[in-house]
């Protein structure tokens, strides 16, 4: 009786596991896994958080500092840059974003001023104010449409452009030229349509920029190029975990399998041990899948923890049965005990989680 409830049970667990094996055959290829970190980080229920974290795409922000040659030289690599476009990164244009700044103010000429000229104006002191005026008509610059009607000292003018040149960088249609440490640079703005920290889309990103920055070194051997930004950041921070996760996975492994060759001396708890893995790898995989539309990366690195809880409870049960069936029975209500507990954990991390 006891060896035919035996294949029933035998019977049944293969029935399953190859439901299993077939259910992750077809949903495997079709599943999209999400590899973005921010993603799995606790999202805001308010909605003016959510809006904030929208607008606040700094994180998306690419920056170059073109230097180390001459500045003609600078200024064919910076343009030869930005004639080959790369998906999802689009070069932002200074000169065009100056002239709608300019286009906002000219709305309201008159009304803004530098501290210092304020403080002219309050003293009565005005010929400083008038001379700086006709040394700026006297410069090639264009005004400000109907500056000398709403504005004629030239305030509101004078103050923009003292705003644009506060930090020494000098405008450019397509970029920011600057001087450092004596020597000629160009400063190059980008941004990103894409989240730099979803692995994926970043990473091509990231490649394609450097082939093209590698290409521009080979082609001026002085050039020096400075980069700055999240996505770089990002993209070698996800290759650095991929790489221990998968590393340090490996050597737990490898390290389990061996203790127990070294410990039985054969190769059947080895078979047992490597099924046991394996069968709780293919239904976990399988419930994530089939619970959540688009899991995460993050999920799998967290499931490598749990190989050791896993095969703790086939260690102790091989070291049970190996004296004999009687000691294996004895051991079952204390395997029974920690699995409770242990799932008792994971249901109070999951409810903790639930409330954020």
């Given at each position: 009786?006891?060896?035919?409830?035996?294949?029933?049970?035998?019977?049944?667990?293969?029935?399953?596991?190859?439901?299993?094996?077939?259910?992750?055959?077809?949903?495997?290829?079709?599943?999209?896994?999400?590899?973005?970190?921010?993603?799995?980080?606790?999202?805001?229920?308010?909605?003016?958080?959510?809006?904030?974290?929208?607008?606040?795409?700094?994180?998306?922000?690419?920056?170059?500092?073109?230097?180390?040659?001459?500045?003609?030289?600078?200024?064919?690599a910076a343009r030869q840059l930005q004639q080959?476009?790369?998906?999802?990164?689009?070069?932002?244009?200074?000169?065009?974003?100056?002239?709608?700044?300019?286009?906002?103010?000219?709305?309201?000429?008159?009304?803004?001023?530098?501290?210092?000229?304020?403080?002219?104006?309050?003293?009565?002191?005005?010929q400083p104010l008038v001379n700086a005026a006709?040394?700026?008509?006297?410069?090639?610059?264009?005004?400000?449409?109907?500056?000398?009607?709403?504005?004629?000292?030239?305030?509101?003018?004078?103050?923009?452009?003292?705003?644009?040149?506060?930090?020494?960088?000098?405008?450019?249609?397509?970029?920011?030229?600057?001087?450092q440490q004596g020597q000629p640079a160009v400063?190059?703005?980008?941004?990103?349509?894409?989240?730099?920290?979803?692995?994926?889309?970043?990473?091509?990103?990231?490649?394609?920029?450097?082939?093209?920055?590698?290409?521009?070194?080979?082609?001026?051997?002085?050039?020096?190029?400075?980069?700055?930004?999240?996505?770089?950041?990002?993209?070698?921070?996800?290759?650095?975990?991929?790489?221990?996760?998968?590393?340090?996975?490996?050597?737990?492994?490898?390290?389990?399998?061996?203790?127990?060759?070294?410990?039985?001396?054969?190769?059947?708890?080895?078979?047992?041990?490597?099924?046991?893995?394996?069968?709780?790898?293919?239904?976990?995989?399988?419930?994530?899948?089939?619970?959540?539309?688009?899991?995460?990366?993050?999920?799998?690195?967290?499931?490598?923890?749990?190989?050791?809880?896993?095969?703790?409870?086939?260690?102790?049960?091989?070291?049970?049965?190996?004296?004999?069936?009687?000691?294996?029975?004895?051991?079952?209500?204390?395997?029974?005990?920690?699995?409770?507990?242990?799932?008792?954990?994971?249901?109070?991390?999951?409810?903790?989680?639930?409330?954020?």
């Amino acid at each position: 009786m006891s060896q035919l409830s035996s294949k029933k049970y035998l019977y049944l667990w293969l029935l399953a596991t190859l439901t299993v094996l077939l259910y992750l055959i077809m949903a495997v290829p079709s599943a999209h896994w999400s590899s973005n970190i921010s993603a799995a980080l606790p999202g805001s229920s308010s909605a003016w958080q959510q809006q904030l974290v929208q607008q606040n795409n700094s994180s998306r922000h690419v920056s170059l500092l073109l230097s180390g040659t001459s500045l003609a030289e600078l200024q064919q690599a910076a343009r030869q840059l930005q004639q080959q476009p790369i998906t999802h990164l689009h070069w932002l244009k200074p000169g065009a974003a100056f002239e709608q700044l300019q286009t906002l103010y000219q709305q309201h000429q008159a009304l803004l001023v530098s501290p210092e000229h304020l403080t002219l104006l309050r003293s009565g002191h005005y010929q400083p104010l008038v001379n700086a005026a006709w040394q700026r008509l006297y410069s090639p610059s264009p005004l400000l449409t109907n500056a000398l009607q709403q504005d004629p000292l030239l305030l509101t003018q004078q103050r923009v452009e003292q705003q644009n040149n506060s930090k020494g960088l000098l405008l450019r249609p397509a970029w920011f030229e600057l001087t450092q440490q004596g020597q000629p640079a160009v400063l190059l703005y980008a941004s990103l349509d894409i989240d730099p920290f979803e692995r994926n889309n970043a990473q091509v990103v990231a490649e394609a920029l450097e082939q093209q920055l590698l290409q521009l070194q080979q082609q001026w051997p002085r050039l020096n190029i400075d980069r700055s930004g999240v996505l770089f950041h990002a993209v070698v921070a996800a290759e650095n975990a991929s790489f221990e996760m998968q590393f340090y996975g490996g050597i737990s492994l490898t390290a389990i399998l061996l203790l127990i060759w070294f410990s039985f001396a054969n190769w059947r708890p080895l078979v047992l041990a490597l099924t046991t893995l394996s069968c709780a790898s293919a239904f976990g995989l399988a419930a994530v899948l089939l619970i959540f539309e688009q899991p995460h990366v993050l999920g799998l690195v967290f499931a490598t923890t749990l190989i050791g809880i896993a095969i703790d409870y086939s260690f102790h049960g091989m070291l049970a049965a190996n004296k004999g069936s009687k000691a294996f029975k004895r051991m079952l209500p204390s395997l029974l005990l920690g699995l409770i507990t242990t799932l008792l954990g994971y249901l109070a991390l999951i409810f903790y989680l639930f409330q954020f």
